[in-house]
């Protein structure tokens, strides 16, 4: 591929183009300025807020919040994954209620902790607890269930004890399936975390931003906010999948 | 079939008998529901903390009669549907670009990272000001939700196309259409379904939210409604039905997809 752009420069493009764009059309005033501010004003305003300690103390708080609940929704969500994993008991026993709970949207819950929990810092970390269980207990479940019956074969020939199972087969097999679930697992968390700053008790962190921003239309408020949301979820996203990358070297991935 | 199961080395022992999977599956959610009846029955918890199963019931049963309840359900279907359809068509169009040419990928990938960073609910707040609060919106949202799973899945199942696979496609000389049609379909289908079926779950769950955030019609309201109201059987009621769908349509897709996987080695 010599003498065209090289892949990073490429992915720089679409971005480009929508700024240029945006600023075409904030100049030949196309659409309302308050609703499309133009790109300098916006910049202006998200270096006045960036410069200003309010929003580094709603990210830390968010942040704080979000690795919380994450926290207390994995291991939470491993062990019942083990569990249903390891015994056909277990999962014949919960996996249908599990499989038809997940299907709860999870905010659906949120009246539901509201009510149970009231509206502080319990609530918030019950409510990102529960969107990170299900894809963590889900992944770490069917990768345990899933280890290729070849190896147990193997394990058996070895004599291996149960625990030596676990841990030599069984946990290694199903470790990409684990990290999958975690990942996952951390991007629920940081949803719900905006979500739990927008529904139980409102105005702080990030998710107060945001609607602090909608509420004053507030637009170049509102694009900083989904900027670090997005940012933000892409830094959390980045450092466990460099983990999985780490810790399951054989594993092929598309980088 | 009693042919085959004599030549294959299954053990002659009886099976051990067991309870059929149903009932154990209905075990656990039979002791909550009778935990909830005693709970109600003997005040274990206030009514406006928990109300009593009868009341959710009657609570249904009025939604039911008075035609409330086919109306929200209605709404929030329609949505589910017009989202649900423009952003599978677009994840499967951007998945399959995005599989096959790599130059189609680096362009895109880092937009569509950002764009899939920022969750749904941070979008709510943004795309309120422009597109107001209405049918747009929470299309627009339900679209964004099916779009990222159908495209990842999409683009992934063409990314792990077996290798083999490929040589021996290219052993015969294949060409792109004879490539796609007899190694990339039937390889392809089964996960990029896996992504749709995901889409779907993930677009009811993204329209609860909307409706959460931003609408007056639709079961999402509902609980809204409900809970200003302090009428905690209408939220239970609500969740139960949102609960109910999401099922509906997780079963029927996980009916289809393993249709859809019968022909892959076990």
Redesign the interface.
Known sequence: ?SG?LP??W??????VALLLAWQGAASIGWGDPR??PPPGSVLVTAWARLADPGLATALGVSLGRCLAGFALGAALGLGFGLLCGLSGAAA??????F???K??????????I???FGMGEEARLAFIAVAVVTPVALNVWEGIAGTPPLLLEVGAAFRFSSWQRLFRIRLPAALPSILTGLQLGL?HA??AT??AE??LAKGTGL?GL??E??DR?D?AL??L??VL???I??LL?QALWRLAVRLTPWRTT?A | MSDFALSLPVSTAPRPWRFPAWSTALLLPALGLVLWLAAARFGWLAPNMLPAPQDVWLTLQDLASSGELAQHALWSMGRVAQGFTTGAGLGLVLGIGMGLWPRFEALLRPSFLAIVQVPVIGWVPLLMLPLGIGETLEIVIVAKAALVPVTLNTRDAIHALPRPLLEVAATFRYGRLQLLRRVVLPATVPPVFTGVRYGLTSCWKALVAVELLASSEGLGYLLVWGRQMFQMDLVIAGVLLIAAIGLIFDTALAAIERRLQRWRPA
């Open positions: 591929m065209s892949s990073r490429l992915g720089a493009l679409p971005p609703l499309l014949r026993l919960v996996g249908p209620s499989h038809a709970l299907n709860v949207a999870v905010f659906a819950w949120i009246p539901l509201a009510l149970w991007i940081w949803l905006i979500g927008y529904f998710g945001l609607i921003g909608r239309f637009m509102l694009i906010g989904v949301l997005g940012g979820g892409m996203n598309p």
